[in-house]
């Protein structure tokens, strides 16, 4: 680039992860201004889990998105997406990963929502708007999403065509637009290709960070099994395929236990689950274990008289009473009438494997 070019400026999307991160550096290296996209669909693993849990007191709590912009110098935009996100999980175009992962229409949809920002960018302030779209991805690196014949169909159908450039992977695909106006070197873009992240790890030496997100960990609760499943069994419990955000919150909070088809059990695991479990026993039946210390469970459905006794039984399965002859509990129905009484706690055996979802 000459001193008479102007300096070309990009948007990068920002996961927190890795790959991110040195995507953005390659680019910084070469002189283009670089700030960061990163979309909230309320679905990410970090942020909830570790800052709930009293249990994970000792483990860094940050949000890796904008640790990573601080490594980078560069500015962040957070933007919600979690409403219209729903489409993309409920009617995924593409269809879903081993769980409910809609990988692909995902990466479609947040690099299609990025080039928007970036064409309105250019539209409004052609001389100081983005010229062109960063991500981290790597070919062969993920099965659905990041595939040699998925990501060609990635950049055209969320409309970035030849202006996204995936510095790590780069050789290994056509040349974009900014490679072939010059605005980066391609030889000094990446070859990286397949699922070992060692190549990116010398990388990260070589350019001096000591510290990032773990490198095989994904960032999406839709790509695990067990929350899935929770998932699955909250669309089957209503009849239909819907969700809200506190719905999305709680399947990733406590013990899900389902003993009838009409209702379930979320039972705090330990003191920061039950605290946070607190915030909703407004909206749910719930049931305290008054004799003993014990988890704050929440009922969610619709459950009659007997089924909330048989909750209370249930719920004393995993307090420190569950050995005892007899537990004095407290139930408070959802309209806020409660009732104190003594229940035998259900033993282990009284609890089917196949009702924890």
Known sequence: MSEASPRRKALALISGGLDSLLAVRVVQEQGIEVEGINFFTGFCVEGHTHAIR????????????????????????????????????????????????????????????AM?????????????????????????????????????????????????????CAKRMAPTLPEREGWVDREKLYDFHGRSRNPQIALAEAFGFTDWAQPAGGCCFLTDEAYSRKLTDLWSARGERRYELDDIMLLKVG?????????????????????????????????????????????????????????????????????????????????GVSRQLKVVPMRTGDVPEAWYL
Request: charged share 30%.
């Open 54 to 113: 009293k249990q994970a007191q000792q483990k860094q709590k940050r949000n890796n998105a904008l640790w990573s912009a601080e490594q980078l110098g560069i500015k962040l935009h957070i933007i919600d997406i979690s409403e219209e996100y729903k489409e993309v999980v409920l009617n995924p175009k593409h269809g879903y990963g081993a769980n409910l992962n809609p990988c692909l229409d995902c990466k479609i949809f947040m690099v299609g929502k």
């Open 255 to 335: 013990r899900h236990v389902r003993p009838a088809p009409n209702y379930k059990l979320i039972v705090g695991r330990e003191e920061g689950e039950n605290n946070f479990l607190e915030g909703y026993r407004h909206e749910f039946a719930h049931i305290r274990i008054l004799s003993h210390n014990g988890p704050l469970t929440l009922v969610d459905g619709t459950p009659d008289a007997d089924d909330l006794v048989r909750a209370a039984r249930l719920a004393g399965r995993f307090c420190q009473g569950r050995d005892a002859d007899e537990i004095e509990v407290e139930i408070v129905a959802k309209g």
């Open 116 to 168: 928007g920002y970036v064409n309105r960018a250019r539209e409004f302030a052609a001389d100081k708007g983005f010229d062109f779209l960063i991500t981290g991805e790597v070919v062969g690196q993920r099965p659905k999403s990041q595939r040699a014949m998925t990501m060609p169909m990635i950049a055209r159908e969320s409309g970035a065509d030849d202006r996204l450039l995936r510095p790590l």
